[in-house]
């Protein structure tokens, strides 16, 4: 039997750690070996607990949890879940800490939350089994700065394909990285990345930043175009894809799919039967097994379809089940996946460009 999960619980609020405390010893796999209520006391219990998790709040005195996370992801690589609220200036902190290093972030409950914190012990879980070697990985900047020395051939022309990419756990990297390598004029691309409602558009705005074509977060009825980037709202709606004459996006309510909404799955196997062979499927870093049947529909429907490797997953998940069953032609290295999906998604022959 595996030794519990040892976690040490960093929030100025006597109340929040109280709570984290109990939902976390709730679960016999996790065992939490002290608290912190700062930046100091927590550097202390760091040192003379050794834990193997660390649950941050995003907003602390004296020193906030980013500038925290980044003392920790220089001097004591460990993975670090933030705690943050559900609103705009959380959320862009939240997507600060996931680029520096974050394993996950977890939002804090809202009054009268019937399960709070839902979530948190699955992800402590995994980031205390997780084998990511977190020195050897480059911070989503950096990936950034490195995708930025790739640059798409001159003469990129995109073929009359659809681009569709799931993410999870570390998917804010992932995602940064990949995206980061598409030129301009990139095939209509579709996204579903698992996180909070209060998130998404912060993060389309962070990728409508760095990338080179546009990004947005979705909204029902847009119509895919060349060079535009649309990102799956987070909340109570599946995003698909339909319409073949004209293909818009579609935010379509209904029960979670994998505990997900919006589902991976969902989106995959909407554009397997809208665009079957004219699209290409990709599985990023994520927990759970959310988007691998989709993604074997896309692949049995004609689709090209990519899986991240396990040695550059932040949690080899969502892309090992996909891969097991079958869904997955090639799996590439995080670094390789944007320039492998330009090489699948161009053309010369002018009877297969975009009009």
């Not at 709570?19 to 065992?31: N, Q, T």
């Not at 394909?161 to 998917?171: E, M």
């Not at 097994?289 to 990519?306: F, N, Q, V």
Request: aromatic share 4%.
């Amino acid at each position: 039997m595996a030794a519990p999960a040892r976690v040490l619980i960093v929030d100025d609020s006597p109340t929040m750690r109280g709570l984290i405390r109990a939902v976390l010893r709730s679960d016999p796999g996790i065992e939490v070996v002290g608290e912190a209520a700062d930046a100091m006391e927590a550097r202390t219990a760091i040192k003379q607990l050794n834990p193997d998790v660390v649950t941050l709040d995003v907003e602390m005195p004296n020193m906030n949890g980013i500038e925290f996370l980044e003392k920790i992801m220089k001097l004591r690589p460990m993975p670090v879940i933030m705690v943050s609220t559900l609103t705009q200036r959380g959320a862009e902190a939240t997507l600060a800490a996931l680029e520096i290093g974050a394993f996950d972030c977890i939002g804090k409950p809202l009054p009268g939350d019937p399960r709070p914190f839902a979530e948190l012990n699955e992800t402590v879980k995994a980031a205390a089994r997780s084998q990511r070697h977190l020195p050897d990985l480059a911070p989503a900047a950096q990936s950034a700065l490195a995708a930025a020395a790739y640059a798409a051939p001159s003469d990129y022309q995109p073929a009359r394909k659809i681009i569709a990419l799931g993410a999870s756990t570390g998917g804010v990297e992932a995602l940064i990285a990949v995206l980061t390598k598409f030129p301009a004029n990139c095939p209509p691309t579709v996204i579903t990345q698992h996180m909070p409602a209060t998130f998404t558009k912060s993060f389309a705005e962070r990728l409508n930043r760095l990338c080179a074509p546009q990004v947005k977060e979705a909204e029902d009825g847009d119509r895919l175009e060349i060079g535009r980037i649309y990102l799956a709202p987070g909340g109570d709606r599946h995003m698909e894809i339909s319409n073949a004459t004209a293909p818009r996006c579609m935010l379509i309510e209904g029960a979670p799919v994998n505990g997900h909404r919006p589902s991976v799955d969902v989106m995959f196997r909407s554009v397997a039967k809208l665009a079957g062979r004219k699209a290409v499927g990709v599985i990023l870093t994520g927990m759970g097994r959310d988007g691998a049947a989709g993604l074997l529909e896309m692949k049995k429907a004609g689709a090209s379809t990519i899986g991240q490797n396990e040695k550059s997953c932040v949690v080899y998940g969502m892309p090992r089940v996909a891969h097991e069953i079958g869904a997955v032609d090639h799996q590439f290295p995080l670094g390789q996946i944007g320039e492998e999906i330009l090489k699948s998604t161009t053309t010369t022959s002018r009877k297969d460009r975009v009009a």
